[in-house]
């Protein structure tokens, strides 16, 4: 059973930058591909990004290519999500999620076995 906690989120400005991070417990890890969806108020949880186990492959929305870079350390059990010149259609709470690595990338949130509580990212125009 994983746990995953985000954390990260805030008020920024358009154009500007936050880095979430996801934090994962009671498992292994590296045995996990992980998501990245958002969720703005009365709209359906979108796919963001996600990242293969080795770290090496990703996928991202294309919403946030150019913008948004995904990334892991193993070691520290932990996704980062770097968003740099966000937008206010970024406004959403940002949720992580992890799926078993065999059974590779998603964009799919159904696909995904376990989530955090999320956090929130507000941006100002």
């Known amino acids: 059973q994983v746990q995953l906690v985000e954390s990260g989120g805030g008020l920024v400005q358009a154009g500007g930058s936050l880095r979430l991070s996801c934090a994962a417990s009671g498992g292994t890890f590296s045995r996990y591909a992980m998501g990245w969806f958002r969720q703005a108020p009365g709209k359906e949880r979108e796919f963001v990004v996600a990242i293969g186990w080795s770290g090496i492959k990703t996928y991202y929305a294309d919403s946030v290519k150019g913008r948004f870079t995904i990334s892991r350390d193993n070691a520290k059990n932990t996704v980062y999500l770097q968003m740099n010149s966000l937008k206010a259609e970024d406004t959403a709470t940002y949720y992580c999620?992890?799926?078993?690595?065999?059974?590779?990338?998603?964009?799919?949130?159904?696909?995904?076995?376990?989530w955090g509580r999320g956090t929130q990212v507000t941006v100002s125009s």
């Open positions: 999620a992890a799926r078993a690595a065999y059974a590779g990338m998603t964009l799919y949130s159904n696909d995904y076995n376990y």
